[in-house]
């Protein structure tokens, strides 16, 4: 069954430091999401990308982050100078069509930890 | 405000028995909701979706029912098994083009 790959599983930075947390979304998928969790907290929305370009963002995602399509099967999440509160598990979810009427598909997670 | 709440307190059930998960919401009209499985250290996994025009949904051995005027969604899970034990999260559509998650219900389903 198809699924949604994301690279690396767990990453560890200094506050300050630029990461860039990688995601192959399904192949036949037309929209792209990221979300984070907090630990011990609730999934957070905070982007969604659709043609190349942002169709709606959280308020959290705010000018640190930026998401990007390089090629035709890779989705990246820029987080530019990461703060201790960026610490938190990032998801990346696909779907066939525009949400909320279709199922998403979720990535296993990359776990980032700011010092 | 805006709220989906979900029950914070564990569910702990026996094996056999059928769990059943609360998601409440106030000043929302979803169109749509959805029910995902989460394990510890996992990506939120899809179980079910139903719209606001359907009273009730079902897959193998979980039904969803969606009642927008008491502004409710019931999960059950019927004949449950310690395999069943996880985090079951309710999302929304709140009029945008992605998900807000309820805080989830952890589920202990005792051998």
């Not at chain 1, 930075?13 to 979304?25: F, N, S, Y």
């Not at chain 1, 703060?83 to 979720?106: G, H, N, V």
């Not at chain 2, 009029?95 to 807000?100: E, H, I, V």
């Amino acid at each position: 069954e198809p699924e949604v790959t994301q690279t690396p599983s767990h990453q560890v930075t200094q506050m300050g430091q630029e990461v860039i947390l990688r995601c192959v979304p399904i192949s036949n998928h037309l929209y792209f999401y990221w979300y984070r969790q907090i630990l011990g907290q609730k999934v957070e929305f905070l982007v969604s990308f659709y043609n190349n370009e942002i169709s709606e963002k959280s308020e959290i995602f705010d000018d640190q982050f930026s998401v990007e399509r390089p090629d035709g099967s890779n989705f990246t999440l820029k987080i530019r100078s990461t703060k201790l509160e960026d610490s938190a598990m990032y998801f990346c979810a696909s779907s066939e069509s525009p949400m909320p009427r279709e199922t998403q598909y979720f990535g296993p997670g990359t776990r980032l930890l700011v010092l | 405000s805006q709220k989906i709440e979900q029950n914070s307190e564990a569910l702990n059930i026996q094996e056999g028995k059928t769990a059943t998960l609360t998601c409440n919401y106030t000043n929302y009209s979803p169109a749509y909701l959805q029910w995902y499985r989460q394990d510890p250290g996992r990506g939120p996994v899809f179980l079910l979706l139903i719209r606001e025009n359907e009273k009730e949904k079902r897959k193998e051995r979980l039904k969803v029912t969606f009642d927008t005027t008491l502004k409710q969604s019931l999960f059950h899970i019927t004949a449950s098994q310690p395999a069943d034990s996880a985090t079951y999260l309710c999302a929304l559509d709140t009029g945008r083009r992605a998900l807000t998650f309820g805080s989830g219900t952890r589920l202990q389903v005792q051998p």
